[in-house]
């Protein structure tokens, strides 16, 4: 009998011993699975943005006459060679610039010629002039072709922004109209224009004052190239009437 109680008490120790000695050996820590991160949709292409930074508002529009940007051209007038201009004085260019049916027309509608400065011989900086005149008028005021003749080139530049150049019936001279709001409605390179048709808005895009809307107009004489962007300027003042 005694052997027999030894043998419990032995048995309860040793089975206390393991009770002990598991408690005190760690568990195997847990292992967390992370499922793998989706990658994030990649976003949509932002719009590209046209050469040279020109935003394209007018081309943007459904029906909006194609417009070139600036690539490799830079804003008229580019003075010809010497060898490229022709000898008539000053004056007789002048008098050829000007229609057989008599002035070009005040270009904004509702200007009267009085109230006109010549501002043509301005200086820009230290070394050119404006070559040009500035016609002050409320943005959105309607532009009008000075004469007949062929709408050759909508460009859009940073000094001139939104522009027309158009030729006269004898492709002698360009004239040039810059700073537009917007083209009018249905224009195109190719189509003909008389005199008085509306062409676009006064407005102030490219190299503009944002606070001084105006009409940009320079008359140009054209090189033997006929190279819409490339001419001697013509002051266009003394060749405007009512």
Request: glycine letters at 8%; a neutral charge; charged letters at 20%.
């Amino acid at each position: 009998m005694k052997w027999l109680l030894t043998f419990l008490a032995g048995l309860l120790l040793g089975a206390g011993s393991l009770f002990v000695y598991l408690r005190a050996v760690p568990k195997p820590a847990e292992v967390v699975v992370v499922a793998p991160a989706v990658p994030a949709p990649a976003p949509a292409a932002a719009a590209a943005t046209p050469p040279g930074g020109v935003s394209l508002p007018v081309s943007d529009l459904p029906g909006a006459p194609v417009v070139s940007t600036d690539l490799t051209e830079l804003d008229l007038p580019l003075r010809p060679a010497a060898s490229e201009i022709a000898a008539p004085a000053a004056n007789a260019a002048n008098a050829a610039a000007v229609p057989a049916s008599g002035k070009l027309m005040v270009p904004v509608e509702g200007v009267k010629l009085a109230s006109l400065r010549d501002n043509f011989d301005q200086p820009r900086g230290a070394d050119r002039h404006h070559e040009a005149l500035d016609i002050m008028a409320p943005k959105g005021t309607r532009v009008l072709a000075v004469s007949d003749g062929k709408l050759v080139k909508l460009f859009n530049s940073k000094p001139g922004g939104l522009t027309v150049y158009q030729f006269d019936p004898s492709e002698k001279y360009a004239y040039y109209y810059a700073h537009l709001d917007r083209y009018a409605e249905g224009v195109k390179e190719g189509m003909d224009l008389k005199r008085g048709d509306l062409v676009g808005y006064v407005g102030v895009t490219g190299n503009s004052d944002p606070n001084a809307p105006h009409l940009h107009f320079a008359v140009v004489e054209l090189t033997a190239e006929k190279k819409w962007w490339k001419g001697t300027p013509i002051n266009p003042f003394p060749l405007l009437g009512e």
